[in-house]
C-alpha cells in the first residue's frame, strides 16, 4: 500500500509500577445501555489497508461468520491534519480515499454481489460497510481516528476551545454526516457516507506520552484529551437530536500506568465514553532481546521483570484510576510477536535472542492464520494455562500468540470481571473460517 505504515502500538517499556491513584469514579455524562447478559460488547478493528497485501475485504467479514458475532467494527484509521483537522486525500502515508471510498469494488469482492461503478457516490471500503450493515443490522460501524502512525497532530487538534471545535465539526461533517470530498476518484459529494459510521473511536497514541517519532507531545495534552471527549460528545449529541440517532464516542487507551497517568485524567474521561478499547497486547517482542508473552492474562512463573504487563494488571490499573467495569473492552491481538538467534534451550521462553524473527509485512510480526501453520513445519507448541499466553518454538525461533484456547480463556475471564466486552487488533489476522472471533464470541456468552 505505498508507503503507508500499518499500525504499530506503543513499545511498552520493560518495568512496570502500578500507581494506585484512587480517583473516583465519575458520573457519566450518558450512559448507555448494557449489552445483553448472554452478548458483551465484542469490537473488531478492519483496516484500511487490509485490502492490498493480505487481501482481506469486507466481504470476508460476512462470509466468514465474523459479522454475525461482531457488536461493532472500528474501521482503522483516518488522519489529523497539521492544522487539526480529519480529512481525505491520496497522499502516500496521509490518506488514501481510493480505499475507503473510490476504489470500484467488483462484485465477486462485494457483499451483497453487485459491483460498484467507477465515480459512484460510495464506492470502496465504506460502500461495503454500509451493506454488511444493511445484512447485519445490529452491527455498528466507528470510525477510528489517529493509531500509531496517524496521531502525529492530535496535540494541535485538542490545544484550545477553537482547535477542538473545529477538528470535531470537521470529523463529524466527513464521516457522520458522510460529506465527503470528490477526489481525482470521482466518488463523494454531499451526504455520500451518510449512514456509514455510527460514532467516533479516538486512538490518539498518545497524550503527553512518546509514541511515533515526530509526534506533537505537550503536558497539557492530559487536560486537552478529556475536554476533547467532552466536545465530541457534544457535537454528537447535538447531531443526534437533529437525526434521532444516538451517536457513540469510544476511545483506545493504554496497558502502561505510567502512560495512563501522564495523558489521562483517569475516571473523568469515562464520563464522556460509550466505552474504552484497552490495550492488552505488545506487552514484550522484539525490541527486547529476550523471550517474552505479548499478552498473558497473568504474569508468568519466572518472568524476567516483575511486576510485569498483564491484562489482569492492566485492568486493574485502570479501575484503581475510576473506570467503571462495564465500560473497560479489552484488547485482544489476532498476530504474534517473534524472535530469532534464540538461545538457551528449553521451551524458549525467557531466553536470548539476536532480533526480530522474519515476518510476512514486518520483522517481529505474524498474523496468526500464518502462525497456526507452524506446528506443521516443526514448531512446537507450548502454553501456560495458569498465566493464559501461548508460544511457538522451532529451536531457534520463537513466537508468542493467541491460539483459540486462549482467546476462549480471554473471554472467560472478561464475562469472570463483569468487564464490558472484547475487542480484537485486527479482524484481517484470523483464519477463513473466523475461528477466534467465532471462540471469543463463545466465551463470552453465559454458561
Known amino acids: 500500500m505505498g508507503t503507508r505504515v500499518p499500525r504499530r502500538l506503543a513499545v511498552l517499556v520493560t518495568a512496570l509500577a502500578v500507581v494506585v491513584t484512587g480517583l473516583p469514579t465519575a458520573a457519566s455524562a450518558q450512559q448507555p445501555g448494557r ?25 470476508d467479514l460476512d462470509t466468514s461468520g465474523a459479522a454475525a458475532r461482531l457488536t461493532h467494527i472500528n474501521y482503522a484509521f483516518a488522519n489529523v491534519s497539521e492544522d487539526g483537522l480529519c480529512f481525505e486525500d491520496n497522499i502516500p502515508g496521509e490518506g488514501d480515499a481510493w480505499a475507503d471510498y473510490q476504489w470500484p469494488v467488483p462484485a465477486e469482492l462485494s457483499v451483497d454481489g453487485v459491483g460498484d461503478s467507477f465515480g459512484e457516490p460510495l464506492n470502496g471500503n465504506f460502500g461495503q460497510l454500509l ?69 467516533i473511536d479516538l486512538d490518539w497514541e498518545w497524550p503527553n506520552w512518546p509514541g511515533e517519532p515526530g509526534n506533537v507531545i505537550r503536558p497539557e495534552d492530559r487536560k486537552n484529551f ?43 474521561v469515562f464520563r464522556y465514553l460509550d466505552f474504552a478499547t484497552v490495550q492488552g497486547y505488545d506487552f514484550h517482542g522484539a525490541w527486547e532481546l529476550t523471550t517474552n508473552h505479548q499478552s498473558a492474562v497473568r504474569e508468568p512463573v519466572g518472568a524476567p521483570v516483575t511486576p510485569d504487563f498483564t491484562l489482569e494488571r492492566t485492568v486493574e490499573s485502570w479501575l484503581d484510576r475510576g473506570a467503571p467495569r462495564d465500560k473497560l473492552v479489552v484488547g485482544i491481538p489476532y498476530f504474534g510477536r517473534g524472535w530469532t538467534g534464540v538461545t538457551g534451550g528449553g521451551t524458549g521462553l525467557f531466553q536470548p535472542a539476536t532480533g526480530a524473527a522474519p515476518g510476512t509485512f514486518e520483522p517481529g510480526f505474524e498474523d496468526y492464520h500464518v502462525l497456526r501453520t507452524l506446528p506443521d513445519q516443526g514448531y512446537a507448541l507450548h502454553r501456560d494455562p495458569r498465566a493464559g499466553h501461548a508460544w511457538l518454538f522451532d529451536g531457534t525461533t520463537f513466537w508468542t500468540f493467541d491460539d483459540p484456547q486462549v482467546v476462549f480463556q480471554k473471554a472467560r475471564f472478561i464475562r469472570t470481571e463483569r468487564l464490558g466486552g472484547a475487542m480484537v487488533w485486527s479482524l484481517d489476522g484470523d483464519d477463513a473460517n473466523a475461528t477466534l472471533t467465532r471462540k471469543i464470541h463463545s466465551g463470552l456468552r453465559r454458561g
Not at 447531531?239 to 500506568?257: C, I, K, S
Open 35 to 59: 449489552p445483553g447478559t448472554d452478548q458483551l460488547r465484542q469490537v473488531g478493528y478492519f483496516t484500511q489497508w487490509g485490502i492490498y497485501g493480505r487481501q482481506f475485504f469486507v466481504k
Open 131 to 199: 451493506k454488511l450493515k444493511q445484512r447485519h443490522p445490529h452491527l455498528k460501524v466507528n470510525l477510528s481516528i489517529g493509531g500509531w502512525t496517524w496521531s502525529t497532530f492530535f496535540s494541535n487538534a485538542a490545544l484550545t476551545p477553537a482547535s477542538r471545535r473545529a477538528f470535531v465539526e470537521s470529523c463529524i461533517d466527513l464521516f457522520i454526516e458522510g460529506n465527503l470530498p470528490v477526489l481525482d476518484g470521482g466518488s463523494g459529494g454531499p451526504g455520500s457516507a451518510a449512514g456509514v459510521f455510527d460514532g
Open 226 to 268: 478529556t475536554k476533547l471527549l467532552a466536545e465530541f460528545r457534544r457535537q454528537l449529541d447535538q447531531h443526534g437530536r437533529q437525526t434521532g440517532e444516538q451517536y457513540e464516542l469510544t476511545a483506545f487507551l493504554p496497558a502502561n500506568p505510567a502512560t495512563m497517568d501522564a495523558g489521562f485524567e483517569g475516571g473523568q
